[in-house]
């Protein structure tokens, strides 16, 4: 281990904030992340202790607006949708594709300083005293009534949409022009179909979004009544634009996730994804269609019938290619030589959780049922079994499988699984009481509530404290593995991607050569030349 | 870098950096065209809502004045086009030129629309700050100038980043130009094509409603 890695090349504060390294800006990207995740945690601490019992006894109705709005505004804009792709997408995209950055390594620098300017202002909103609209900044209320920092908020968010946008043309001109000789569209790992995904959704939908958040910011700003119905504007359309971002920004919090479990699954079967074309189609179709089914979001708000109708089928539509991802996952653990290990049970947690969040969808997804269940903590329930229980086991499974890879260094197994296995369990019991209160018709956002809703509230809260202590170990055993680790070999789980071919971690430019690739993804099975192992 | 060669270590030579910047602007362009058509979608929703009303506002507009920035704008996007197709180290000083006259056109259009908004502001039609506007169509032409007003100035700060753009390739065929400058000034000519077009479809918005009724 002579050689320089990517980590030792320099070891000035300098070469880290002025890198234009797509490895070093991954890691920018995850410390800041780590900071967000637990910023938003603290919120939703806060939320799940004053659940815990019926009456109003840690905060009032008002801080408990501001606390609820904050978990969503953090954990939605500065950490899920960064997550998986700003931290391993930057830095497993290059590697993948054999190339040596990504196309643009200045602009990926930009959209870091870019995201951490959104990420200041909307944490002056927060600590200047809050927001209290939720994270949907729905007017009227936002542009007349309330009385906190809407404005800034939005400008966070707003800047925050710029770092978003950055990092999916980076990604979508990466892909098309970077590939490693003889690496053809159907030979890249399926975790780039879904980066490439997602990426086409960042660059079309958050546009939207900042025109929708500066019309919104002008009507507060000026007092001129853009959604305003009194002086004929409409309120429905702030909904409609909003929506219009904000439903593909939902496959922009599990798409990457998606593609985090197909390396997995294959990995640990050691086997071939199952139906590989229809997995890497899926993610487009999931792209595509995700941008026809924003009305679901509004089926009570009065938008007509026929409209509504239209949004509850292409909402069962979209199901279907998560559907097909899903039995395709199971096909590939089929007669596979199956191992347990930590990055493995995370993609069976996400398997097994990503189902029932799409389940409950699919509830909603009817026009009938979605009346009923409309703003009740049935929907709490679903998107976090998508978002939190989806997206984020799979960034921790995703971070774990990489983990060598990027640090050089193996974690202890047995805590990784430790956790993994908590994670699951707390998960589960934090949120399944959830549906329970939901299907019973207990409504979100309220910091009181009945008497006989309290059972499920107690076990929900009682799954968030075991939650909340299964997030902090990675912190503990991953951080300490990060110093004090064993050295890891280039390949520690023998795996046939290119990311697996270069040293671990990586020299500054990735590939001593370039690599050529010459044949399709997931080759389990036949011995693929390896280079010789690290001893 | 491992090696001293011409371009950044993740390009293979110099026309793959070239093409891959120029997908890196069409991609661009991409999300810019969703931006404007979030706004567009919500004029015209409300331009459906308040037919009567769009039409009474945009007959306030000045149509002589967007008429002529729309001349101004082709002008310019002509000369900017005319620098890409003749571009060469040995032209290097029409190729300037023509970029600085591009510019200029681009703050003559600027300055146009600062008189434009200041007619708009002594009539009283500057919603949020002095609108009054009498009669039963008040609502559809106070939203017809919120957009007017939003839409422009987006419009306008594209124009401003544009003019920034062209100046700074002017300085740069002045000082040094060669070959490897051809990519940047195409990638800006996109840019500044793109905002030419934003503001065909904004004029005809905003301009044309109901001239032919009264």
Known sequence: MSEKNYLTTDFTLRSWFLTTDHKRIAILYFASLIFFFFVGGAAATAIRIELATPQADLVSSDVYNRLFTMHGIIMVWFFLIPSIPNTLGNFIVPLMIGARDLAFPRLNLMSWYVFMLGGCVTLFAILAGGIDTGWTFYTPFSTLYSNSYVIVAAAGVFIAGFSSILTGLNFIVTIHRLRAPGLTWYRLPLFLWSLYATSVILVLATPVLAITLL???????????????????????????????????????????????????????????????????????????????????????????????????????????????????????????????????????????????????????????????????????????????????AYFGGLHYWWPKITGRLYSEYWARTAAVLIFFGFNLTFFPQIILGAEGMP???????????????????????????????????????????????????????????????????????????????????????????? | MPESSAVAPQYASIPHRDHTAELGMWVFIATEVLLFGGLILAYLVYRHAFPQGFAAGSRHTEIVIGTANTAVLLTSSFLVAWAVEIFSPATSK??????????????????????????????????????????????????????????????????????????????????????????ALHSAALYWHFVDVVWIFLFALIYLPGRSTS
């Not at chain 1, 309120?235 to 919090?253: D, E, R």
């Not at chain 1, 809703?453 to 055993?477: D, K, R």
């Not at chain 1, 390949?491 to 990586?506: I, K, M, Y």
Request: aromatic letters at 16%; hydrophobic letters at 50%; a neutral charge.
């Open chain 1, 215 to 393: 019309l919104m910011a002008t009507e507060r700003f000026f007092g001129v009544g853009i959604f305003d119905p009194r002086i004929g504007g409409d309120p429905l359309l702030f909904q409609h634009l909003f929506w219009f971002y904000s439903h593909p920004a939902v496959y922009i919090m599990i798409l990457p996730g998606m593609g985090v479990i197909n390396e997995l699954v294959s990995c640990f079967s050691r086997k071939e994804v199952f139906g590989y074309k229809f997995v890497a189609w899926c993610s487009l179709a999931i792209a595509a269609v995700g941008f026809l089914v924003w009305g679901h979001h509004m089926f009570v708000s009065g938008q007509s019938l026929v409209a509504s109708l239209v949004f509850s089928f292409m909402s069962f539509i979209v199901a279907v290619p998560s559907a097909i991802k899903v039995f395709n996952w199971t096909a590939t653990l089929h007669k596979g030589s199956i191992h347990f290990d930590a990055p493995m049970l995370y993609a069976l947690a996400f398997i097994g959780l990503f189902t029932i969040g799409g389940l409950t969808g699919l509830f909603l997804a009817c026009l009938a049922y979605d009346v009923h269940a409309t703003d009740t903590y049935f929907v709490v329930a679903h998107f976090h079994y998508i978002m939190v229980g989806g997206m984020v086991t």
């Open chain 1, 444 to 535: 979100r956002r309220y910091h009181v509530y009945p008497p006989e809703f309290q059972v499920w509230n107690v076990l929900s809260s009682g799954g968030a404290a075991i939650l909340a202590v299964a997030y902090l170990m990675p912190l503990f055993y991953l951080g300490y593995s990060a110093f004090f680790g064993k050295r890891a070999p280039a390949n520690p789980w023998d795996a046939p991607g290119l990311e697996w071919q270069t040293s671990s971690p990586p020299p500054e430019f990735n590939f001593e050569t370039q690599p050529v690739v010459t044949r399709e993804p997931y080759q389990y099975n036949e011995r693929f030349e390896a280079e010789p192992q690290n001893a």
């Open chain 2, 94 to 183: 029409i190729v300037t030129w023509l970029l600085v006259g591009a510019a200029c056109l681009g703050l003559v259009f600027i300055a146009l629309k600062a008189l434009e908004y200041s007619g708009e502001y002594d009539e009283h039609l500057v919603p949020g700050i002095n609108f009054q506007f009498a009669g039963p169509k008040a609502n559809g032409v106070q939203l017809f100038f919120i957009f007017y007003f939003i839409a422009t100035a987006i419009h306008a700060l594209h124009m401003l980043i544009g003019i920034g753009l062209l100046i700074t390739l002017a300085i740069i065929c002045r000082r040094a130009s060669t070959k490897r400058h051809h990519t």
